[in-house]
């Protein structure tokens, strides 16, 4: 029995039942529709998952290359783009792999820039991304970003307590819930740490534990604005909390989320 493969079955399956919100994915298309009108743009997700953001953009008609290191998460995107011609997936390790050039836009949605995995530095792998991004466009192309920003990270990534995000069954008849003790944050590093497990109890009543220890850097706006500038993206737009306001300088209170559209120069 291939205990890894039980797992990351069951957590794609929840992820895809869970992760199911549409604000950003509307968001989106209507910026594109606002920004490129009646443009057929060739687009990149990077970490692109089971599909939320890419199905999506190629339903509307653009040319979708997206690509993810989780082969359980791609299949998800696969059957859910049956018919899609539009829409190419690929396995890939967005930090260490090359992500190709010409493309019109590339998008780092779904919080991907504070959930990169690596065995090295958290911080360089955000600024790396940003730098593929850039690498992967055509001069005038457009990067964007849509990622979790406060004013005040520890209020949010910091503090000890038990919560349960996902909870359910399978469609091999596995079930279970991923249990978390919230995380300790580092004003100095930015670095939020801390540990989850996933409890399962197979469709043989066998029970699993998988526990894992986690870590996110969280990145400030001056940060991520030096990054853009740094690989040659000029920020041409920013949106806070997915609504028509600017984001601010300094941030706000009530600022949760930065989405910024900057174009390659």
Same mark, same amino acid.
């Given at each position: 029995?291939?205990?890894?493969?039980?797992?990351?079955?069951?957590?794609?399956?929840?992820?895809?039942?869970?992760?199911?919100?549409?604000?950003?994915?509307?968001?989106?298309?209507?910026?594109?529709? *606002?920004?490129?009108?009646?443009?057929?743009?060739?687009? %990149?997700?990077?970490?692109?998952?089971?599909?939320?953001?890419?199905?999506?953009?190629?339903?509307?008609?653009?040319?979708?290359?997206?690509?993810?290191? @989780?082969?359980?998460?791609?299949?998800?995107?696969?059957?859910?783009?049956?018919? %899609?011609?539009?829409?190419?997936?690929?396995?890939? @390790?967005?930090?260490?792999?090359?992500?190709?050039?010409?493309?019109?836009?590339?998008?780092?949605?779904?919080?991907?820039?504070?959930?990169?995995?690596?065995?090295?530095? #958290? *911080?360089?792998?955000?600024?790396?991304?940003?730098?593929?991004?850039?690498?992967?466009?055509?001069?005038?192309?457009?990067?964007?970003?849509?990622?979790?920003?406060?004013?005040?990270?520890?209020?949010?990534?910091?503090?000890?307590?038990?919560?349960?995000?996902?909870?359910?069954?399978?469609?091999?008849?596995?079930?279970?819930?991923?249990?978390?003790?919230?995380?300790?944050?580092?004003?100095?590093?930015?670095?939020?740490?801390?540990?989850?497990?996933?409890?399962?109890?197979?469709?043989?009543?066998?029970?699993?534990?998988?526990?894992?220890?986690?870590?996110?850097?969280?990145?400030?706006?001056?940060?991520?604005?030096?990054?853009?500038? *740094?690989?040659?993206?000029?920020?041409?737009?920013? #949106?806070?909390?997915?609504?028509?306001?600017?984001?601010?300088?300094?941030?706000?209170?009530?600022?949760?989320?930065?989405?910024?559209?900057?174009?390659?120069?």
């Amino acid at each position: 029995m291939d205990r890894e493969f039980i797992f990351r079955h069951w957590y794609a399956d929840m992820y895809e039942r869970f992760e199911n919100q549409t604000d950003d994915v509307e968001f989106l298309l209507e910026h594109l529709g *606002e920004h490129a009108p009646g443009a057929t743009l060739n687009i %990149l997700e990077a970490a692109c998952g089971g599909g939320r953001l890419a199905v999506p953009l190629a339903k509307a008609g653009h040319s979708v290359t997206g690509f993810d290191a @989780d082969e359980r998460m791609l299949l998800k995107c696969v059957n859910r783009s049956r018919g %899609l011609a539009n829409l190419r997936v690929y396995r890939a @390790d967005g930090v260490t792999t090359d992500w190709g050039s010409g493309y019109d836009l590339v998008v780092l949605g779904g919080n991907i820039l504070i959930n990169i995995r690596t065995d090295n530095d #958290y *911080e360089q792998a955000q600024r790396l991304f940003i730098g593929k991004a850039a690498k992967a466009l055509r001069v005038g192309g457009h990067a964007w970003l849509d990622f979790d920003l406060y004013a005040d990270p520890a209020a949010v990534f910091g503090g000890l307590r038990e919560s349960s995000y996902f909870a359910g069954t399978d469609d091999l008849g596995n079930s279970g819930r991923s249990v978390s003790y919230g995380g300790v944050y580092n004003p100095v590093t930015r670095i939020c740490a801390g540990t989850n497990h996933i409890e399962l109890t197979l469709n043989t009543g066998e029970r699993l534990v998988r526990p894992e220890v986690w870590r996110k850097h969280i990145p400030t706006r001056e940060q991520v604005f030096g990054w853009l500038g *740094e690989a040659g993206l000029a920020v041409e737009r920013t #949106y806070k909390n997915l609504t028509a306001a600017p984001l601010p300088n300094p941030l706000d209170e009530d600022c949760r989320r930065a989405t910024i559209w900057a174009r390659k120069i």
